[in-house]
Nanobody, 125 residues
Framework: QVQLVESGGGSVQAGGSLRLSCQASGFTSATSCMAWFRQTPGKEREGVAGISADGYTSHTDSVKGRFTISRDNSKNTVYLQMNSLKPEDTAMYYC???????????????????WGQGTQVTVSS
């Protein structure tokens, strides 16, 4: 059974840091295209960062220089390191996986095959 479980969310003040984790099971994340999305009430899910099976990473403009996606293949886990957090980063963050392993950007949410339940990130000013 394929499962993605996010953790690491919480409440921080602006300027703080959090590291989100996405533990995959039932498939090998190392050969999959993995991504992080975020969503606030009333808005569409927004792609934040993606990592290809070959290690290529991409980040949306609003988080470049602040967020970093990475993976630990030995742990079947993908991370999102978030630094210099801003109140506008407040959202539910979701991990997603696409069986097609090569990806060179964060694709629209509908092309991802598996989703986690999300972890809430709240940044106060």
């Amino acid at each position: 059974q394929v499962q993605l479980v996010e953790s690491g969310g919480g409440s921080v003040q602006a300027g703080g840091s959090l590291r989100l984790s996405c533990q995959a099971s039932g498939f090998t994340s190392a050969t999959s295209c993995m991504a992080w999305f975020r969503q606030t009430p009333g808005k569409e899910r927004e792609g934040v960062a993606g990592i290809s099976a070959d290690g290529y990473t991409s980040h949306t403009d609003s988080v470049k220089g602040r967020f970093t996606i990475s993976r630990d293949n030995s742990k079947n886990t993908v991370y999102l390191q978030m630094n210099s957090l801003k109140p506008e980063d407040t959202a539910m963050y979701y991990c997603a996986a696409r069986r097609q392993g090569l990806c060179y950007g964060v694709y629209p949410s509908e092309v991802y095959d598996y989703w986690g339940q999300g972890t809430q990130v709240t940044v106060s000013s």
